[in-house]
């Protein structure tokens, strides 16, 4: 593989406000070395995607973000989310996902009604205030761009909805718990181009409460939603900029090949 100058690309010096960052993150699966050194920024009420090819680590830094690699493989260096390393044992890992919460590839609503989608983890965590789980449900619903759609039918089943509603109401059982971070590993890949336009106007429309972390193959939905977009390869981030320069003035030879689709 060629040599490259990680500092110089890896690390944007942000004068933004930072939602959170990792510092040297590095991921083994037994022998595999699937994640060398990862350091990236994450500023405040922005987009940022992650890009790469199939392989390159981009699920696996995505779920270490929300400490959901941990049985699964050995993390090791930073993950700082509030002045904390909150890559530490001591840190409860609960805690930390109702701050930094995930939305998965494959839509996955509980076999409940709509509604109950949205109130079983705010029941867990304590409300049972009636008026506020009711407001709690329109409000998430409306930020998902899914209320309108299913006001009249919260008591339905959520397993009738089509694959790009219950996404949103996935990203709406997220939003519920008032997180400050999303992550989304591919939340459109399974939808059709109607439904991933509507799951990509809602990201843009969160942006304003919530800081966004999408991993996305598809490079245009990179270039439409994204402010900051990373560029992973084979386990390293090789590059980090505004996705405007990662587009049309890629600093390395790798992330160029990639985005002109020159990429084995
Ligand atoms: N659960 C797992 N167990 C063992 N190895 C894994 C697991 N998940 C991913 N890997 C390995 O980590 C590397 C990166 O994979 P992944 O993070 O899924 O990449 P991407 O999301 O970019 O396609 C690959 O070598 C893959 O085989
Ligand atoms: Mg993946």
Redesign the pocket.
């Known amino acids: 593989m060629e040599k490259y100058s990680f500092e110089e690309t890896n690390i944007l010096k942000l004068s933004r406000k930072l939602a959170m960052e990792t510092e040297n993150l590095q991921?083994f699966?037994?022998a595999?070395h699937?994640?060398f050194d990862a350091s990236l920024q994450f500023p405040k009420n922005r987009i940022t995607a992650l890009i790469?090819?199939?392989?390159?680590?981009?699920?696996?830094?995505l779920r270490c973000l929300n400490r959901m690699n941990d049985r699964?493989?050995t993390v090791k260096g930073k993950i700082i989310y509030q002045d904390t390393d909150i890559n530490q044992k001591s840190i409860n890992v609960y805690e930390v996902r109702k701050h930094i919460s995930m939305v998965f590839q494959r839509p996955n609503p509980f076999a409940k009604s709509i509604r109950e989608n949205i109130t079983f983890a705010l029941k867990e965590h304590g409300i049972k205030d009636k008026e506020i789980l009711a407001e709690r449900v329109e409000s998430s619903l409306r930020s998902a761009a899914l209320w309108d759609e299913v006001k009249d039918d919260l008591d339905k089943s959520a397993l009738a909805l089509s694959g790009g509603q219950a996404q949103r109401l996935c990203i709406a059982r997220s939003v519920a718990m008032q997180p400050d971070v999303l992550l989304l590993?591919e939340p459109a890949s399974a939808l059709d181009p109607i439904s991933t336009a509507k799951i990509e106007e809602t990201l843009q429309n969160l942006r304003e409460k919530y800081t966004i972390i999408i991993?996305t193959h598809n490079m245009q939905q990179a270039s439409r939603i994204a402010d900051y977009t990373a560029f992973?390869h084979m386990?390293h981030v090789l590059e980090y900029d505004k996705t405007n320069n990662i587009f049309t003035n890629p600093k390395i030879k790798a992330t160029e090949d990639y985005i002109s689709g020159n990429f084995g």
């Open positions: 991921v699966y037994g595999n699937a994640m790469g090819a199939s392989g390159s680590g981009k699920s696996t830094y699964i493989s590993d991993v992973f386990g």
